[in-house]
């Protein structure tokens, strides 16, 4: 009887990707671009404050940083088209301190808040070395996991080991229901 954002069935497909994922938390949105807009608001990204995507990217990430007041920080990507993780690591040693327990970037004068790493076409890529740079400059992780629905790294989905995951349900995705996106996190505050 619902044909928009609200109704049982929602809720019901809420439950099923969690069930799917793994994932404690799951609250769908209206398009994958939505979700990764919430998501950088929910992790508190500030006007002006910088977020890391790889150069290889769709223009919905982008787009959500802007939306959120932030600036887009592009890096290399690798061979797998996500974040070239050396390359970042020598770059945050050489440009970035940390200044009031957050990474700020030297050259821009910046805080650097977030990294938005995608897995396009689905490509997995080494998540957990990722995670681990990030966290020592104090930088909160977003997965843009809209085209890999159902991909896994060491049997664990995608989009559930940063702060926040989102998928895209486009009609160019995985699987679609005409548009739609979701969050999902295992942070209950989020």
């Not at 619902?2 to 929602?10: K, T």
């Not at 070395?129 to 159902?150: H, M, P, Q, R, T």
């Amino acid at each position: 009887t619902y044909v928009s954002s609200v109704g049982n069935l929602v809720n019901k497909f809420e439950k099923k990707l969690a069930k799917f994922t793994k994932s404690k938390y799951v609250v769908c949105t209206i398009n994958g671009t939505s979700a990764l807009h919430i998501a950088l608001k929910l992790i508190g990204l500030k006007n002006n404050e910088e977020v890391l995507v790889p150069s290889f990217n769709f223009i919905a990430s982008i787009n959500a940083i802007l939306y959120s007041g932030g600036i887009p920080h592009f890096v290399d990507s690798d061979f797998n088209l996500g974040i070239d993780q050396i390359k970042l690591q020598k770059y945050l040693k050489k440009n970035t301190k940390l200044k009031n327990n957050r990474c700020f970037n030297l050259k821009t004068r910046r805080y650097i808040s977030a990294c938005i790493p995608t897995y396009s076409y689905g490509y997995g890529f080494d998540i957990f070395n990722l995670i681990k740079i990030c966290k020592k400059y104090k930088i909160k992780v977003i997965e843009d996991s809209s085209e890999a629905l159902g991909t896994k790294i060491k049997n664990k989905h995608v989009g559930t080991f940063g702060t926040v995951g989102v998928l895209s349900f486009n009609g160019n995705k995985i699987i679609t229901t005409g548009g739609g996106g979701a969050i999902f996190t295992s942070n209950k505050h989020l």
